[in-house]
């Protein structure tokens, strides 16, 4: 099984200590993900570092992070040197939102598609809803006890990365989620999930709402300043429920390029991961899944562009088949893809 045979490659690699990384900006999943694998080596005897790049500054997973006691470490205070071994969690080598740092990446664990193949001691990708649920597999498949406070932290990785189990959910989520379920302290869940929005959230939100276009069924909306990754997804699920879009594309104006969140109603129909990854062809890069995917387009890429928000929006469009009957029947085929 996956499971067992990473501490059994970490002891053979003499490796009594780990750096956990997770993707830059990271969210409720990676976080959950990251503090599940620290408890899960642990067990074996192997100790840990979670590592980031980006700002944590969403107010539920500040919480999130204080309430479960996790200690995470930014890239540039952490001691991490060329010896070390990095495994990656929610993330994997040469994506754009994951920071390349001292050590060596001896391992993923990741659910998203890859886009760029790598090397890897051992690797686990599997194409589920969250990536809390793999690693809380790793505990089910080893019979090891799961606490309160960890069944609570993986859970809460699930109901946000599946907003709800109704969004790119798989088998493997549900099971995962209904064995947490029963150890978990739903009431810190519920607790977590409420007051996510900070004032900073909701001008960012109005900017959005200011520079938003619908064409051909996609939602377009340029966010003129920097926001963590975590809120640029949040605006694109709120663009989302505009009745007459079927994709959303919300893009962030950062220092160094935009940033780039997108989402489809119709995943069966139109694949977000696929779609970006087209569109950012030549200019940037970006993937993911069929329902949520992200991208970056760098300065030196962007600044060549005469009008580069019409670029997007024409590079989008052109690689969106929007067929009139999938969308009389969006509703049906959202529904078919999550059950």
């Known amino acids: 099984m996956f499971s067992s045979k990473l501490p059994e490659l970490l002891k053979k690699m003499k490796k009594e200590h780990i750096y956990i990384q997770t993707h830059n900006f990271p969210d409720p999943d990676a976080v959950a993900s990251a503090y599940g694998l620290q408890v899960f080596l642990e067990h074996y005897g192997i100790s840990s570092t979670i590592i980031y790049d980006g700002k944590i500054s969403k107010k539920n997973l500040v919480r999130m992070i204080d ?15 060329e010896d070390d071994g990095i495994i990656l969690v929610d993330a994997q080598k040469s994506n754009s939102n994951v920071s390349e740092c001292a050590g060596k990446v001896i391992a993923c664990i990741d659910h998203h598609p890859t886009f760029v193949k790598a090397k890897y001691s051992y690797r686990d990708v599997r194409f589920v809803g969250a990536c809390a649920s793999i690693i809380a597999s790793y505990f089910h498949n080893e019979k090891i006890p799961v606490s309160k406070q960890l069944a ?92 007459v879009v079927v994709l959303s594309v919300v893009y962030s104006v950062r220092k160094d390029g935009l940033k780039f969140s997108v989402r489809s109603k119709i995943p069966r129909a139109i694949n977000a991961g696929s779609i970006i990854q087209l569109s950012l062809k030549g200019i940037g890069n970006g993937g993911g899944h069929p329902t949520m995917a992200g991208g970056f387009i760098p300065n030196e890429a962007g600044n060549a562009i005469n009008d580069i928000n019409s670029f997007i929006q024409n590079r989008f469009i052109s690689n969106t088949k929007i067929d009139d009957n999938v969308i009389e029947n969006k509703h049906l085929l959202k529904v078919i893809y999550t059950v």
Do not use: W
Request: with cysteine; charged share 25%.
């Open 152 to 243: 609570t932290a993986l859970a809460y990785g699930i109901k946000i990365d599946t907003d709800d189990l109704a969004r790119g959910v798989k088998e493997l989520d549900i099971d995962m989620y209904c064995m947490l379920y029963k150890l978990a302290d739903m009431d810190m869940i519920n607790t977590l999930s409420m007051n996510s929005l900070s004032v900073s959230d909701l001008k960012a939100y109005g900017a959005a709402i200011q520079n938003v276009t619908v064409k051909n069924h996609i939602g377009f909306a340029r966010i003129p300043f920097d926001c963590p990754d975590s809120l640029i997804a949040m605006i694109s699920d709120f663009i989302l429920d505009i009745d």
């Open 67 to 81: 309430m479960f006691q996790i200690e995470m470490k930014h890239i540039n205070e952490s001691d991490i040197c």
